[in-house]
């Protein structure tokens, strides 16, 4: 990784690169998505968040799924197009979208919770550890049904997995997403705890 205290001539693109890949993460394809199809803000129901578990309380199947592919789309877009110039700044890119999404400047810094977007930075990173996370999430939200537990654990064995199967620099960008992920679900986490934590609902009625 470059050493952030270098000379600026040396420095400045990797900054650029975290800066482009937080504007790249930061579109709002939830809210976008929801207020195109007739269902408003979503921001307004559920969780509040811009994410595609939000969007599935909406009922519409279809619209949370294009909000995840384009959600986890726009972390791998961000890392591969400056994978081009090394793998520091694919990974630089990489953290800046998660923020992008997690804490859009445009909308008050209050966007989704990083999942699908974690999920396409680690697919485009390293397509091993992504595929792995993903099934963990799967196997956890079948046997419990609880998407933020789920996703909990993903963020917390991608870290190891990527430390095993591509090494320190992987592991130190799936880590860092790790943290982000769970900043965002300290709500949940907490009703978790209380046992009032939602359910996954594959309803296809309006809440």
Excluded: C
């Amino acid at each position: 990784m470059p050493n952030p205290l270098g000379d600026l001539s040396y420095v400045w693109p990797f900054y650029a690169a975290a800066i482009l890949g937080y504007l790249i993460g930061s579109i709002p394809f939830g809210l976008i998505l929801t207020r195109l199809g007739g269902y408003g803000d979503i921001r307004a129901i559920g969780s509040h968040s811009i994410g595609a578990t939000n969007v599935l309380r909406t009922g519409s199947k279809k619209l949370a799924l294009a909000t995840l592919l384009l959600d986890g789309g726009k972390g791998a877009a961000a890392v591969l197009f400056f994978d081009q110039w090394g793998p520091d700044m694919a990974v630089l890119a990489g953290a800046g979208s998660i923020l992008g999404h997690n804490f859009p400047v445009w909308l008050k810094f209050k966007g989704g919770k990083g999942v699908a977007t974690a999920a396409g930075i680690m697919l485009a990173v390293a397509w091993p550890v992504g595929l792995l996370a993903l099934a963990s999430w799967l196997v956890m939200a079948f046997l419990f049904r609880y998407s933020s537990l789920a996703s909990l654990t993903a963020a917390a064995l991608a870290p190891i997995y990527a430390w095993y199967l591509q090494g320190s620099q992987p592991a130190q960008l799936a880590l860092f997403l790790a943290v982000v992920i769970y900043i965002r679900h300290h709500e949940n986490i907490g009703r978790l705890l209380k046992g009032t934590e939602s359910k996954i609902s594959f309803g296809s009625k309006k809440p």
